[in-house]
């Protein structure tokens, strides 16, 4: 599968968040090909804050006890650039690349990472996965105007507008 690919399971994931009425942000994890662990947003189902895509499919791969270095040779795939929280749980889950579609210039952690990661880690046993973002930037941005349509206010349509 192609990267394009990839990102497009993780939108059409994203879609069935907003179709619960969730903020349309997925979460695929790949080896090679193959799905491991797959999440969308749950925080209006769960009423809980933190159940991001993203850490709900780490915590599904770290139940399946993968070694590291065959995390290291996994994707993690998202439909919007991963929180502090999320990446520094993708640091530790060893995982080895992120890519993602949409920047999330006030809370995004990705662009911070990159730009401080070495200076602060120069003995670690951790290593920062190597991140791309723009894959499919304009589909996840649909889904997004989407929750903005159907929503209206509210504070999540606030911070949803950050990323527009």
Same mark, same amino acid.
């Given at each position: 599968?192609?990267v394009?690919e990839?990102?497009k399971? #993780?939108?059409?994931? /994203?879609?069935?968040?907003?179709?619960?009425?969730?903020?349309?942000? %997925?979460?695929?994890?790949?080896?090679? @090909?193959? =799905?491991?662990?797959q $999440?969308h947003?749950?925080?209006s189902?769960? +009423?809980r804050?933190? #159940?991001h %895509?993203?850490?709900? %499919?780490?915590l599904?791969?770290?139940q399946? +006890?993968?070694?590291?270095?065959?995390? %290291?040779?996994?994707?993690l !795939?998202?439909?919007?650039?991963?929180?502090?929280?999320?990446?520094?749980a $993708? &640091? $530790?889950? !060893? #995982?080895g690349?992120i890519?993602?579609?949409?920047d999330a210039?006030?809370?995004?952690?990705?662009?911070w990472?990159?730009k401080?990661?070495?200076?602060?880690?120069? +003995?670690?046993s951790?290593?920062? *996965? @190597?991140i791309?973002?723009?894959?499919l930037? /304009?589909?996840? +941005?649909?889904?997004?105007?989407?929750?903005?349509? =159907?929503?209206k206010?509210? *504070?999540? &349509?606030?911070? #949803?507008?950050?990323?527009?």
């Amino acid at each position: 599968m192609t990267v394009n690919e990839k990102m497009k399971l #993780v939108l059409n994931l /994203a879609e069935e968040a907003l179709k619960k009425n969730e903020l349309p942000i %997925a979460c695929i994890i790949f080896y090679n @090909d193959t =799905i491991i662990a797959q $999440s969308h947003t749950s925080e209006s189902e769960d +009423k809980r804050l933190l #159940v991001h %895509a993203e850490l709900k %499919a780490l915590l599904e791969l770290d139940q399946k +006890k993968c070694k590291p270095r065959e995390k %290291a040779q996994m994707e993690l !795939f998202t439909n919007l650039e991963p929180c502090m929280m999320c990446l520094g749980a $993708s &640091v $530790s889950s !060893f #995982v080895g690349k992120i890519y993602y579609s949409l920047d999330a210039p006030s809370d995004g952690a990705a662009k911070w990472a990159r730009k401080t990661w070495h200076e602060h880690h120069i +003995k670690s046993s951790f290593c920062l *996965p @190597d991140i791309t973002s723009g894959i499919l930037e /304009a589909e996840s +941005k649909e889904l997004f105007i989407r929750y903005i349509d =159907i929503h209206k206010e509210g *504070p999540l &349509v606030e911070w #949803v507008k950050t990323i527009l």
